[in-house]
């Protein structure tokens, strides 16, 4: 059963007349994701409809196809016709299955082809229109409130927040997905709406999953809790990332997300921030200064208006003293104290065998003599040293030749070959070994240790240096 596009002006005078059958997919707006055509005169005696029953189109119907759709013939369970370009097309019985959609790929074609076949229609056919444009106003929340580590505030807080989220079923290999994993089947089913698909709770909690892996994004990134708003393209790109591999094979795709208010801390996080700001606030010595002026201030208020014996000259003087004393306290409220700078080591000093420190020649403990400096020697490499083996080379102390070079075990970029930890010939380090991660919560290990996801598939930890084996 196949297609053959219609000339234009086809449809001019008398409908009925010219094609057997008219369908199309009627209104279909921004909140349905498949629409169930419908005939255009199902109630004409005109049609030539010969089985009498809505599960039959005859051959030689016409099919129209609006802009932004994509038209699926259905017959017996079985996708035979795929058109996402719009016009109107001939039902062809003696046709092979027709793919017509200019701007998809030849690789997602040979995908479409696997759900299509040939032959004539059986009793059970219809046509359904798929949506190919965004679909907003998708609402979400977050009934538990989640956690978020604030690196301006170097703490974790818990976080909600609510709003909508937008979907598309971008072409027409995304909607022949979205028809067969996703969509009731039969003669019998009806429109899909996009409220209807995520009022299930597996995707909400896909959705809300997803929106954890967005929201440790940006904690990595750098991002406050207070700035979440303003980078909602990028938690969107983040969270559509989070959910490809479950929603694109199910034929569609975040495009956007959109808060509905400001993203809230829960009571305990609000309290234990409005802490830190507090205390934050009270180390600038500005303001340590303003809150001592302001305690002295209030004192010598009260000090002034004392009304017991001697009366205002009592409080005066108290006010006199008081000042004073507030001056001294506000001349030396923050002002640095100076730090002791530790002792030096005297250079002279040396530790006897008894254990005792000093600085003459003889022990003050036990009397002992202070120890000759040790004899230096030129070694046959050239190094000078102290003790009995060269530092340089091992050689021993009074051999003629110099001891055997340890092996090479590392080639520098420019070309030298060394043992040591720094080129001798460019001076530049020696490589460090490649670093192999493992996932400190659950313990998942990528299939290239040394090159790792952005997050762990099996629990959503975020992989950095903590999941260095």
């Given at each position: ?41 199902s109630d004409s005696a005109r049609t030539s409809n010969t089985k009498g029953t ?225 205390a934050d606030t009270q180390l600038d010595p500005s303001v340590q200064r303003a ?179």
């Amino acid at each position: 059963m196949g297609l053959i596009k219609a000339a234009i002006g086809s449809l001019s005078g008398t409908l009925a007349d010219t094609w057997k059958e008219a369908i199309h997919c009627g209104a279909i707006d921004n909140k349905t994701l498949l629409k169930v055509g419908t005939r255009m005169h199902s109630d004409s005696a005109r049609t030539s409809n010969t089985k009498g029953t809505d599960n039959y189109i005859s051959n030689g119907s016409l099919i129209n196809v609006e802009a932004n759709t994509c038209m699926l013939t259905i017959d017996n369970g079985k996708i035979t016709n795929v058109v996402t370009e719009p016009g109107q097309y001939k039902l062809d019985n003696s046709s092979a299955p027709s793919i017509f959609a200019g701007d998809i790929k030849e690789s997602a074609k040979e995908l479409i082809r696997r759900f299509t076949y040939g032959g004539t229609p059986s009793t059970e056919q219809k046509v359904v229109y798929i949506n190919l444009q965004k679909i907003p106003g998708i609402k979400f929340g977050t009934p538990v409130a989640m956690p978020y580590f604030d690196p301006h505030y170097n703490t974790t807080v818990d976080l909600r927040c609510f709003g909508t989220f937008e979907i598309q079923i971008a072409d027409a290999e995304m909607a022949v997905k979205f028809y067969t994993e996703v969509c009731a089947k039969g003669v019998n089913a009806g429109d899909v709406y996009a409220n209807d698909i995520f009022a299930n709770e597996q995707y909400k909690g896909e959705f809300t999953q997803a929106l954890l892996a967005g929201l440790n994004a940006l904690s990595s990134k750098g991002v406050m809790y207070a700035r979440i708003q303003q980078e909602l393209p990028a938690l969107t790109a983040e969270t559509r990332a989070a959910t490809a591999d479950n929603w694109q094979q199910r034929g569609f795709t975040i495009t956007n997300i959109a808060l509905g208010g400001p993203v809230t801390l829960d009571p305990k996080s609000e309290k234990r921030l409005a802490a830190r700001l507090e205390a934050d606030t009270q180390l600038d010595p500005s303001v340590q200064r303003a809150m001592m002026n302001k305690s002295i201030a209030a004192g010598i208020e009260a000090m002034g208006s004392n009304e017991g014996s001697g009366g205002g000259m009592m409080g005066v003087m108290g006010m006199g003293q008081m000042m004073n004393m507030g001056a001294n306290l506000m001349n030396s409220y923050g002002t640095p104290q100076p730090t002791q700078q530790p002792m030096q080591p005297d250079p002279n000093a040396w530790k006897c065998s008894c254990g005792a420190t000093n600085t003459a020649n003889f022990c003050s403990n036990c009397g002992n003599k202070k120890p000759a400096p040790p004899e230096s020697w030129t070694c046959s490499c050239g190094a000078t040293n102290t003790t009995n083996f060269c530092s340089n080379c091992g050689a021993k102390k009074g051999s003629a030749e110099p001891a055997a070079s340890a092996a090479k075990d590392w080639t520098c970029e420019c070309g030298s070959v060394n043992s040591t930890k720094f080129c001798a010939e460019c001076g530049k380090p020696k490589p460090a070994a490649p670093k192999k991660y493992k996932c400190d919560k659950c313990g998942w290990v990528p299939a290239d240790p040394e090159k790792p996801p952005k997050f762990c598939p099996e629990c959503g930890d975020l992989f950095d240096e903590n999941d260095v084996q």
